[in-house]
């Protein structure tokens, strides 16, 4: 039997004891945030893997050091998936179609301000090319509001301790279906449709996510989708990985990706997504 360290939520780690358990994998929770931990003694049982790389980057690199294990998605895995931008060069760079974007490297002139949301027909939507979840996202309708949204950008980034300070001017994709795609080991393993409330929509609200207020259904993606996530994940080389895919009548592009995506109910995966994800954790504790 292999012992799994999970780091994530408790609802994804309690989500995956038991179908693990019958696979031979036992799961244990580590919490490696918003906690003291003395560095001279380990407080961590022993493990094999480590599921994903801790979100914290700080707290996570001490408990790598501690556990000295293995990651089915490493510390490169989650940087490069919380990086959208370049997310989306790569991608776009193997021509894996993605949503027209500017990144912008603030403090930026208005002159390129003004030049960079003129490239898009408004609204144009802009976010934080390092958060999750849907923070910080905004849409302009206009260059006033574009600006006036760049001003409270620039008010965060003035603060000497953020170390991002970059942000993604990108096309609104109107009418579009949003779908979280699982991808397991190159292998697409399931689908769910985020769709908001009539009566969110109803109040003019827009964002997808489920952190927002979205409700999650399982889907039967086309082959033609399943082959998007799976192309994006196997360019950007991260075994387990959530792509985000936003599908209008004529097109579909990958809007974002999530190294530590949150693990649904088994309805919403295919019937074989335990044995390919007890494989990935058993090949990577083995590696």
Known sequence: MHRLAVATNAETFERMQGPLAARDIEVGHVETAERT??????????????????????????????LDVPWVNDREAILRSRNKAD????????????????????PAS????????????????????????????????????FLGIVDYLDLVHDYR????????????????????????????????ERRLPDASRAQGRWKHNVHRGAEAEGQELPAALRELAEDAADELEIPYLGVDLLVTEDRA???ET?????????????DGFWDDLAALIRQTAEQ
Do not use: C, W
């Open 253 to 255: 592009v990958v809007n």
């Open 87 to 106: 997310v989306l060069a790569r991608l776009g760079r193997a021509d894996v179609p993605v949503p027209e974007t500017v990144v912008v490297s603030n």
């Open 258 to 270: 999530n190294a530590r995506p949150t693990i649904d109910s088994a309805t919403k995966y295919e």
């Open 161 to 192: 301790a953020v170390g991002d300070q970059s942000f993604l001017v990108q096309e609104y994709v109107a009418d579009a279906a949003d779908y979280r795609v699982m991808v397991v080991d190159g292998e697409y393993v399931g689908a769910v």
């Open 37 to 66: 931990l003395a560095l001279d003694e380990s407080p961590f049982d022993e493990y094999d893997v480590g599921f994903v790389y801790p979100s914290r980057i700080m707290e996570g690199a001490v408990a790598d050091a501690m």
């Open 110 to 145: 208005e002159a390129e301000l003004t030049a960079a949301f003129e490239r898009f027909d408004p609204p144009v939507v802009v976010k934080p090319n390092s958060t999750t979840r849907g923070v910080g996202v905004a849409k302009a309708h206009d260059l006033d509001s």
